[in-house]
T-cell receptor, first 116, second 108 residues
Framework: GAVVSQHPSWVICKSGTSVKIECRSL??????MFWYRQFPKQSLMLMAT?????????EQGVEKDKFLINHASLTLSTLTVTSAHPEDSSFYIC????????????FGPGTRLTVT | KNEVEQSPQNLTAQEGEFITINCSYS?????LHWLQQHPGGGIVSLFM?????KKHGRLIATINIQEKHSSLHITASHPRDSAVYIC??????????WGAGTKLIIKP
């Protein structure tokens, strides 16, 4: 099946710094990628939808200036958490849609971010 | 009422037992996902279904579109199967709706 990778798998950073998380589709082209966030013992929540070559669409309540999303190629989307704070500590997951198949979506393994 | 209901919420079983986790939904869907999340948080995509049945190793997933129900089965369960299993449906607008997850513990 299609594979989506994320890097890093976990990261610890100091408050006030920025952290970049990469999401790659390894064996397919993804015109659309999604970023989710999961707090402990809660369901995944959609943060934003990223389309290759255009601006991301953010869900209500998600600060676009804090969570910068770049989808510069058909296989790579990045999420940058700017000026991170401890409350940004969470599990971030990306998924990628296969080409134009709107229902065919694969998930990355996730990135655990801890802000100290 | 949640649009995606999983049952049971928690399941503890002995190694070797046959496991069934259920997912019922109330919306029209284009696809249904089963995911596995380990205690450290890592997510693994298990299956994506739009009809019928899929099998991968000891895992089997079935879906009944008419009854709006899917099941995930684990044969010959093993302690390493202990994880949270999540059902997520993609509705007709291609939006994902997540189940609350089923926490499975397999005791040796």
């Amino acid at each position: 099946g299609a594979v989506v990778s994320q890097h890093p798998s976990w990261v610890i950073c100091k408050s006030g710094t920025s952290v970049k998380i990469e999401c790659r589709s390894l064996d397919f082209q993804a015109t659309t990628m999604f970023w989710y966030r999961q707090f402990p013992k809660q369901s995944l929540m959609l943060m934003a939808t990223s389309n290759e070559g255009s601006k991301a669409t953010y869900e209500q309540g998600v600060e676009k200036d804090k969570f910068l999303i770049n989808h510069a190629s058909l296989t790579l989307s990045t999420l940058t958490v700017t000026s991170a704070h401890p409350e940004d500590s969470s599990f971030y997951i990306c998924s990628a849609r296969v080409g134009l198949a709107r229902y065919e979506q694969y998930f990355g393994p996730g990135t655990r971010l801890t802000v100290t | 009422k949640n649009e995606v209901e999983q049952s049971p919420q928690n399941l503890t079983a002995q190694e070797g037992e046959f496991i069934t986790i259920n997912c019922s939904y109330s919306v029209g869907i284009s696809a249904l996902h089963w995911l596995q999340q380990h205690p450290g948080g890592g997510i693994v995509s298990l299956f994506m279904l739009s009809s019928g049945k899929k099998k991968h190793g000891r895992l089997i997933a079935t879906i009944n579109i008419q009854e709006k129900h899917s099941s995930l089965h684990i044969t010959a369960s093993h302690p390493r199967d202990s994880a949270v299993y999540i059902c997520a449906v993609m509705d007709s607008n291609y939006q994902l709706i997540w189940g609350a997850g089923t926490k499975l513990i397999i005791k040796p």
